[in-house]
């Protein structure tokens, strides 16, 4: 997207934590500028000393708004929210934002930091690990959290289109991109009627499926 001045998105492709930055971008319909960071090729470009002067743990995402950076998706959506009108991924009571962090936490906090890159290549290069019991392991602790979130939108209440009524929330910002995550590895997901209804759904919309891995411009064959 063309950029609005200040703000940019250091962003890789495949990564879930950088496509839930780009949904909540898109739902909020703000441009900005893509600066991709390759986390694999030449040992993983967050690697080196520029990219680690604008994030110091050397992970995507980093925003860039003006003068301020900062790291960590989560932080990044709300963030988003709280700063630029338009859509709102927190909504609510005290109740209901309270269940929409904490469901996006069950992944951002307890799944995704289990399965992402720099674990599988510490498995792998570290422990000796196999590639089939690293699928393994991101298949249990995936299939754990996919548990728990089935039995929190089946028990909140009627079900809605997404994860908390009809609206997408930060909830449906964090799970979207876990399923790619998921779908990526082979993960069963056939268990979890609810969570494909609102993978069904939010999928369709335009927002996430500008923000789609194979849709950005650093994707293979982009």
């Given at each position: 997207m063309t950029a609005e001045p200040g703000l940019i998105l250091y962003d890789y492709w495949r990564s879930t934590a950088a496509y839930r930055v780009r949904i909540a971008l898109h739902l909020k319909g703000l441009p900005f500028e893509q600066?991709?960071?390759?986390?694999?090729?030449?040992?993983?470009?967050?690697?080196?000393?520029?990219?680690?002067?604008?994030?110091?743990?050397?992970?995507?995402?980093?925003?860039?708004?003006?003068?301020?950076?900062?790291?960590?998706?989560?932080?990044?959506?709300?963030?988003?929210?709280?700063?630029?009108?338009?859509h709102t991924l927190v909504s609510g009571d005290a109740a209901q934002k309270a269940a929409i962090r904490a469901l996006s936490q069950v992944i951002a906090c307890d799944v995704h930091p289990l399965n992402n890159l720099r674990v599988q290549q510490y498995l792998r290069r570290e422990l000796s690990v196999s590639d089939g019991q690293a699928v393994d392991w991101m298949h249990h602790w995936m299939a754990l959290g996919f548990e728990a979130i089935e039995r929190i939108l089946e028990s909140h209440g009627p079900a809605g289109a997404c994860c908390f009524g009809d609206q997408p929330t930060l909830a449906d910002v964090v799970l979207i991109p876990q399923l790619y995550n998921a779908d990526r590895f082979d993960c069963d997901l056939r268990p979890y009627r609810r969570i494909n209804q609102v993978a069904d759904h939010c999928r369709g919309l335009s927002a996430f499926r500008a923000a789609a891995p194979e849709n950005q411009p650093d994707a293979p064959g982009s």
């Open positions: 600066r991709p960071v390759h986390l694999v090729r030449d040992g993983g470009e967050q690697h080196s000393a520029a990219y680690r002067e604008v994030n110091p743990q050397r992970l995507v995402p980093a925003l860039v708004d003006g003068d301020l950076v900062l790291s960590q998706s989560l932080a990044i959506c709300e963030y988003l929210d709280e700063r630029y009108p338009g």
